[in-house]
C-alpha cells in the first residue's frame, strides 16, 4: 500500500479524500513491574471493535478542522475531557496520504502527566462508545523482560494492528524520546518482525 508523507497545510487541501485523525497520548512513568523492572513510561493504545490495535480517534470531516474532529471522536471513543487534554494543532506529528484508497491519515501525539492518563483511563469506561467501537484502553509495555528478551514490547509487537498503527506507534516512541532507534530495532527482532 503506497503511502506519502505530506505537510498538514498540504493535506487539509485534499477535499476529495476521507480524512481521520488519531492520537497517542503519553506519560512518564516511575513505576516498577515486580519491584525492579523500570516501567519508564505509560502510552495508550486502544483495543477496536474488530480486534485490532490502534489508536483513538477516527474520521473527521474537514469541515469542522481536523483537531475539532479528532477532540469529538476522543469524546465519544475515551471520554476524553478534551477542555483539560484535548488536541490542538501542535500536538500533529504525521500526516499521510494514501492516494489508491483517497484516503488522509493524520496522526497526533500529546504528553500528559501520569494523573491524567489515569484520569484517561478511568473516564474511558464510562465514555459513550465504550464496548462498541471502543473495546477498551491499552497500556504498551514500552520494556523488554530481560530473562526471555521476548517478553513485553516485542511480545506486544506480534499483535494484529489496524493500518499503519503499528508503525505509527513506533514512530511516537522514537520521536518522543520514550525508546531509541536501536531499543525499537532490538523490539522488532526479538518480534520476528521488520520494520518498513
Known amino acids: 500500500m503506497a503511502r506519502r508523507a505530506v505537510p498538514r497545510s498540504e493535506a487539509v487541501k485534499l477535499t476529495r479524500y476521507k480524512h481521520?485523525?488519531?492520537?497517542?497520548?503519553?506519560?512518564?512513568?516511575?513505576d516498577k513491574l515486580f519491584g525492579r523492572i523500570p516501567v519508564r513510561h505509560t502510552?495508550?493504545?486502544q483495543m477496536r471493535f474488530d480486534g485490532r490495535?490502534?489508536?483513538p480517534g477516527g474520521f473527521v470531516n474537514l469541515e469542522e478542522g481536523l483537531e475539532a474532529g479528532l477532540n469529538r471522536e476522543l469524546e465519544e471513543e475515551m471520554g476524553l475531557d478534551v477542555r483539560i487534554c484535548g488536541i490542538t494543532e501542535?500536538?500533529?506529528?504525521?500526516t499521510e496520504v494514501h492516494d489508491e484508497q483517497n484516503f488522509v491519515s493524520h496522526f497526533y501525539i500529546?504528553?500528559?502527566t501520569p494523573e491524567q492518563i489515569r484520569q484517561i483511563e478511568t473516564a474511558a469506561t464510562t465514555?459513550?462508545?465504550h464496548g462498541l467501537e471502543s473495546l477498551g484502553l491499552v497500556r504498551v509495555p514500552v520494556y523488554t523482560l530481560p530473562r526471555d528478551k521476548v517478553g513485553g514490547l516485542p511480545a506486544f509487537l506480534s499483535n494484529t494492528f489496524i493500518g499503519t498503527a503499528r508503525e505509527e506507534l513506533l514512530m511516537g516512541l522514537e520521536q518522543e524520546g520514550i525508546l531509541s532507534h536501536s531499543e525499537i530495532h532490538k523490539a522488532l527482532k526479538a518480534s520476528g518482525a521488520t520494520r518498513h
Open 20 to 30: 481521520a485523525c488519531h492520537a497517542m497520548f503519553h506519560a512518564p512513568n516511575e
Open 110 to 112: 500529546k504528553k500528559v
Open 43 to 45: 502510552v495508550l493504545m
Open 53 to 55: 490495535l490502534g489508536f
Open 90 to 94: 501542535g500536538d500533529w506529528a504525521v
Open 127 to 129: 465514555a459513550k462508545d
